[in-house]
């Protein structure tokens, strides 16, 4: 049985629909469906002097690879032009619905799992839609409570308590129950998807050097050390709370499978460091496989043919991996 995984290319006037006509110049074992408007990426492939023969996708047919040069389609309607490079709140709406078409599609099983391509959240919210994430949205779609955001690439894991949040609000947002709730979704999809028996995570503080003893800050104190205490009198092994700015260096990460950080900016920055353009974002404690790039729209590089796939690539691999894992395992 071959899988059937959407493609969102994200932010038409980004590099997303250039990434997915690109990759798909090669063949895959699997059957990738983008959700998109057909010609919108047959625009883009003759700005991009590609070609793609676009098929649209029909459920009832058997899951078929493409070949080489062929990309399956289910149609979102744009509507107008796009210019690569120039944002445009009339895309809003468009970019939406091609993620609330995935997620329903994977949620009803038509799809094994999505792959999502980088979206401008600023141009969205001015279309008037209060968006922070594919994370949060995925998760509100799934009615989903919490979801754990982890980007990861060769030899580093990083997963976060909070994501897209204002930093002034960071502080309230690490609460015991969201900590508990974030490192025990962590704990399990280490063991059930990566296949980590025993997982050791590196926490971060939330305070320059974890509050050092509280002069700097209570909430090592107050909150993350009672509740990994807690997480670890049930069996886990969470190490912490350690001052992110000595944690993420070879003698403690080379004995951990991941490092918990308390907000976006203290985690991926480092990770991003490590490998940005060969790592991959993976939503966990979803009901259904989304992993993404870890990169943005790069509206700068729209239609000029001179970005690097890496992450991309490696996003269609790890939810092509994870959804082999998945099916063997129902
Ligand atoms: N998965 C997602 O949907 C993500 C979306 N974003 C969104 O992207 C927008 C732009 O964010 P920025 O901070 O400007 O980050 P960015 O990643 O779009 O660009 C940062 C720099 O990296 C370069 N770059 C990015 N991807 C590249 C690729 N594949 N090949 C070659 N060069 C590449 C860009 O040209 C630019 O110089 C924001 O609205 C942000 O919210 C950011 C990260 C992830
Ligand atoms: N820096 C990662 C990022 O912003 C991606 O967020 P999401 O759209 O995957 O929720």
């Given at each position: 049985m071959s899988l059937r995984i959407a493609i969102t290319p994200?932010?038409?006037?980004?590099?997303?629909?250039?990434?997915?006509?690109?990759?798909?110049?090669?063949?895959?074992?699997?059957q990738l469906i983008a959700v998109v408007d057909k010609s919108l990426m047959e625009q883009r492939a003759a700005q991009l002097g590609l070609s793609v023969n676009m098929i649209e996708f029909d459920p009832s047919q058997p899951a078929t690879p493409a070949e080489a040069g062929s990309l399956y389609y289910m149609q979102v309607d744009k509507g107008g032009e796009v210019t690569p490079g120039v944002l445009d709140e009339k895309n809003g709406l468009y970019v939406l619905e091609t993620l609330r078409l995935a997620s329903e599609k994977n949620m009803d099983g038509t799809f094994d799992a999505v792959v999502?391509?980088?979206?401008?959240?600023g141009i969205i919210n001015r279309a008037g839609i209060s968006f922070s994430g594919h994370t949060e949205y995925f998760a509100q779609q799934s009615g989903t409570a919490d979801v754990v955001m982890m980007l990861a690439t060769e030899g580093l894991r990083v997963a976060l308590v909070t994501t897209h949040i204002p930093l002034e609000y960071v502080s309230r947002a690490v609460t015991?129950?969201?900590?508990?709730?974030?490192?025990?979704?962590?704990?399990?999809?280490?063991?059930?998807?990566?296949?980590?028996?025993?997982?050791?995570?590196?926490?971060c503080g939330l305070n320059p050097h974890a509050g050092e003893d509280g002069h700097l800050g209570r909430e090592e104190i107050d909150t993350?050390?009672?509740?990994?205490?807690?997480?670890?009198q049930q069996g886990m092994n969470f190490i912490g709370p350690l001052?992110?700015?000595?944690?993420?260096?070879?003698?403690?990460?080379d004995n951990a499978d991941a490092v918990l950080a308390m907000y976006h900016d203290q985690g991926l920055p480092v990770l991003k460091y490590k490998g940005f353009g060969n790592s991959v974002n993976i939503t966990l404690?979803?009901?259904?496989?989304?992993?993404?790039?870890d990169h943005g729209t790069a509206l700068d590089l729209a239609a000029t043919n001179n970005i690097e796939v890496g992450?991309?690539?490696l996003a269609i691999r790890e939810a092509i991996k994870l959804a082999t894992e998945k099916a063997q395992n129902s």
């Open positions: 994200g932010e038409p006037a980004g590099i997303g629909p250039d990434l997915v006509i690109k990759l798909v110049q090669k063949s895959w074992p699997v999502t391509g980088p979206v401008h959240k015991k129950e969201r900590l508990a709730k974030v490192a025990s979704i962590l704990h399990h999809d280490l063991q059930n998807k990566f296949g980590i028996e025993q997982p050791k995570v590196l926490v993350i050390s009672p509740t990994l205490q807690m997480l670890n001052p992110a700015d000595t944690l993420f260096q070879a003698k403690y990460l404690g979803l009901p259904f496989i989304r992993t993404s790039v992450s991309f690539d």
